[in-house]
């Protein structure tokens, strides 16, 4: 990670403009299709930090959410995979997906012993600001010595397990549900990343390059964000397919179209 650098903290505003009422029950209608990845919306995100005892926690779950990194991906990272000087900061993210099979891979493959990065963008001033306090604080080192090999390696910034991120949301969702607040889908650390998916998309970032983001290697994988979205967008328009019917004759008559002029003719050809 480069140095460490102060970001300007911006006001506390939703991070994407945001009719939450209407996107929860769009959400619901999603999930009425019962194959619709199960995502939370930025407002419920920052309510699950809250409930987080540490800032090592939550940093933690604040990468997998200002990322979309696959939890494997998320604990991977070392201080080294970080570049946080302006105007762009972002991260190196190693694609660790489940490797296919040496027949599946085709001729021209990666071997399974490539790994491939992709680069992802930081914007989040609030998110930096605790990522550097976090590893200030608890003096993360850039390297650690391998009690196997005895060499010096990166230092993974979280050096816990799947299980160990598992608990610390159970336990946060407990918290929340004890103080009157409750989730309407499963959170778990892949929640997190569909999160991500549907937040870019609210904001406006193509197709092409959201699967960039993710590391999809197949547009068909990212596409499948696409189906809830176009349920949101639709309904935001607030298409009207009906009016008063006095109002529709007054206008047919007024225009002829009652009269035989066959307007369908040329209809026909669209």
Not at 178 to 193: I, Y
Request: aromatic share 6%.
């Amino acid at each position: 990670m480069s140095q460490m650098i102060p970001y300007g903290a911006p006001p506390a505003v939703m991070p994407a403009a945001l009719d939450y009422p209407a996107a929860l029950a769009l959400r619901r209608m999603a999930q009425t299709q019962g194959n619709m990845p199960e995502y939370l919306l930025a407002v419920e995100v920052s309510a699950l930090l809250h409930y987080l005892p540490d800032l090592y926690q939550q940093t933690c779950v604040d990468t997998l959410w200002n990322t979309g990194a696959r939890i494997n991906e998320g604990l991977a990272l070392s201080r080294a995979d970080f570049t946080l000087t302006p105007p762009y900061p972002y991260v190196s993210l190693a694609t660790l997906k489940q490797r296919q099979d040496k027949a599946a891979r085709g001729p021209g493959a990666p071997s399974k012993k490539v790994v491939t990065h992709r680069l992802v963008p930081l914007s989040d001033a609030n998110y930096l600001n605790r990522l550097n306090s976090m590893i200030a604080t608890l003096r993360i080192p850039l390297e650690r010595k391998n009690k196997r090999t005895g060499r010096m390696e990166p230092a993974r910034i979280w050096e816990v397990t799947d299980r160990t991120v598992r608990t610390w949301l159970g336990d946060a969702v407990a918290r929340a549900a004890a103080d009157g607040v409750t989730f309407s889908v499963p959170v778990t650390p892949h929640t997190l990343r569909h999160s991500y998916a549907m937040h870019m998309l609210y904001s406006g970032v193509p197709l092409k390059v959201l699967q960039g983001l993710m590391g999809h290697k197949s547009m068909k994988s990212t596409e499948v964000y696409t189906r809830i979205f176009a349920l949101d967008v639709a309904a935001r328009h607030r298409v009207q397919f009906s009016m008063p019917g006095t109002e529709a004759v007054a206008m047919l008559k007024n225009t002829g179209l009652d009269k035989g002029a066959a307007p369908h003719d040329a209809l026909d050809v669209l």
